[in-house]
C-alpha cells in the first residue's frame, strides 16, 4: 500500500525557517517524481517543488528556485522541503504527493503551475507564519 506521511510542520514568525519532511513507502518504481503542494487560506492548492528521484533532477514553477529547497535522502526514503525566511503568507497546509505511475508528469506539471489531482496524497502538514 503506498503512503505518504508529511511531518515538521508549525508555527514561526517571519524570517524564520522550517524543513518539512515526507516519508513515502509503498512504491514499486524504481525512479519517481515526488512533489510538494501547498493549499493557502481561499485559494486553490499549487505546486511549489518537486523531485526525480532517477537523477535528483529539481523542479520548480517557472523553473526558478526561490525560498524553497527540495531535497532527499535515499536512505530514509524521505524528501525534505527546507523553507526559508518565511512571509505570513506562506501559512497554509503543505502536502506531498507522487506521481502515480512513477513518470516525469508530476515534475513537468509543478514547472508550468499546473492542477494535480492524481495519485496518493498525505494528510498535510500545517505551516503558520506570524508577523
Known amino acids: 500500500q503506498v503512503r505518504l506521511m508529511e511531518s515538521g510542520g508549525g508555527s514561526v514568525q517571519a524570517g524564520g525557517s522550517l524543513r518539512l519532511s515526507c516519508v513515502t513507502s509503498?512504491?514499486?518504481?524504481?525512479?519517481?517524481?515526488i512533489a510538494w503542494f501547498r493549499q493557502r487560506p481561499g485559494r486553490a492548492r499549487e505546486g511549489i517543488a518537486a523531485?526525480?528521484?532517477?537523477?535528483?533532477?529539481?523542479h520548480y514553477p517557472g523553473h526558478k528556485r526561490g525560498r524553497f529547497i527540495v531535497s532527499r535522502d535515499t536512505a530514509k526514503n524521505t524528501v525534505y522541503l527546507q523553507m526559508n525566511d518565511l512571509i505570513p503568507e506562506d501559512t497554509g497546509m503543505y502536502y506531498c504527493?507522487?506521481?502515480?505511475?512513477?513518470?516525469?508528469?508530476?515534475?513537468?506539471?509543478?514547472?508550468?503551475?499546473?492542477?494535480w489531482g492524481k495519485g496518493d496524497w498525505g494528510q498535510g502538514t500545517q505551516v503558520t507564519v506570524s508577523s
Open positions: 509503498g512504491y514499486t518504481y524504481d525512479s519517481n517524481c
Open positions: 504527493t507522487a506521481d502515480p505511475i512513477g513518470t516525469y508528469e508530476l515534475c513537468g506539471a509543478v514547472e508550468r503551475g499546473q492542477h
Open positions: 523531485i526525480y528521484t532517477g537523477g535528483d533532477s529539481l
